[in-house]
């Protein structure tokens, strides 16, 4: 599965949910093929923390489901969030992790899970009541019907091809952040 | 413990519901009151950096929070608010217990503590020294009304002075 069809495959099921998306090539892609979706909050540094943010946007909006895109690099970085997500029990936040086994972009190197590192297995050890690991796009998009139907939270670790290279957009930082907002009526 | 009570009724003044800690044992003095607080909603975090990302999210969907710790774990932070909260100026009200000051028993503190003005200064994030509780209401008041207004983080570093310190 690439991750371009799979970022896709998301996109193609929702309407306005807040998608909160790990640096690099995730918010590439998100951004490319979603360009103008004010519901999308890309993140350039804090990484591994994506799945943090989603957090705060699942306890600040309790009636809206929330995706969180994330990265296996990332969450190895951040793997006791998926403790404090399991503790508060948001039932709206949906956390997907597109896991390329490797560092994608800094030159590929192999992440833990290229070995023995299984982060739905992870997850279900901390806690995460629903967990599923798809290697499929069809596996991928039932995973995710569910997860958009049903309580959670979810954490969905979708095995996807590394070695994808999308362009790099010019973005606003703080001009995303002032759209994302007014989706909540903030300004 | 009146310094705790006052930082309670600055957050609730502000709507600041949502807190983020890594317990120490300075700021769990305010945060057992908190916990017991149906006002405040609790986010124990396994790691300061952590904390900030949840609260910030919450900042970006609508709901105000704040961040306590020990200065320790502000080293764990600087990450985060330097790739995070000022490129996309996101506020929070930060509540920093020191160690490291008069009283410090432990060296392995000392050091950190001492650092964080200036990184604070690097970063160009404002913060407040309170020692002294006749001071606190205008400063904790006033340092959140900052923190929203310049849409940036504002640190109160809590003073062994204020505090007692760790086993006081």
Redesign the interface.
């Known amino acids: 599965m690439l991750r371009v069809d799979a970022i896709q495959s998301v996109l193609d099921r929702v309407k306005d949910e807040?998608i909160?998306s790990n640096l690099g090539g995730t918010t590439f892609h998100l951004h490319n093929l979603s360009e103008g979706r004010d519901a999308n909050?890309y993140?350039?540094?804090?990484?591994?923390?994506?799945?943090?943010?989603?957090?705060?946007?699942?306890?600040?909006?309790p009636d809206k489901k929330v995706i969180v895109m994330d990265g296996d690099g990332s969450l190895l970085m951040?793997l006791?969030?998926l403790?404090?997500i399991a503790?508060?029990d948001p039932k709206n936040l949906i956390h997907i992790v597109w896991d390329n086994h490797q560092w994608a972009g800094t030159g590929g190197q192999p992440t833990h899970t290229a070995g023995v590192t299984d982060l739905a297995a992870v997850a279900k050890g901390a806690g995460i009541p629903k967990v599923e690991a798809v290697a499929t796009l069809e596996g991928l998009e039932e995973a995710f019907n569910r997860a958009m139907t049903e309580d959670g939270p979810w954490c969905i670790v979708a095995d996807v091809e590394g070695g994808d290279k999308p362009n790099r957009p010019e973005v606003s930082?703080?001009e995303?952040?002032q759209r994302?907002?007014r989706t909540?009526?903030?300004v | 413990m009146a310094w705790g009570e006052e930082i309670i009724q600055g957050l609730k003044d502000a709507d600041c519901s949502l807190i983020g800690y890594v317990p120490d044992g300075i700021t769990w003095r305010v945060l057992r009151l908190m916990e017991q607080d149906p006002f405040f909603h609790m986010v124990p975090s396994s790691r300061e950096e952590e904390a900030v990302g949840i609260i910030s999210g919450a900042y970006a969907a609508g709901k105000r929070g704040a961040l306590f710790m020990q200065s320790s774990g502000f080293g764990n932070c600087i990450n985060a608010l330097a790739t995070l909260n000022i490129p996309y100026r996101i506020p929070i009200p930060m509540f920093i217990g020191m160690r490291g000051g008069p009283g410090e028993f432990n060296m392995a503190q000392i050091p950190g503590a001492r650092a964080i003005p200036g990184i604070l200064d690097s970063l160009g994030l404002q913060y407040f020294n309170l020692t002294r509780e006749d001071e606190l209401p205008k400063i904790i008041k006033g340092g959140i009304e900052l923190c929203y207004a310049g849409r940036l983080p504002v640190a109160n570093l809590l003073s062994t002075l204020l505090t007692g310190g760790r086993d006081a």
């Open positions: 807040p909160i909050l993140t350039w540094g804090a990484m591994g923390l994506s799945s943090s943010i989603g957090l705060g946007v699942a306890l600040a909006a951040n006791g969030s403790g404090t503790r508060q930082i703080e995303n952040l994302f907002r909540f009526g903030q």
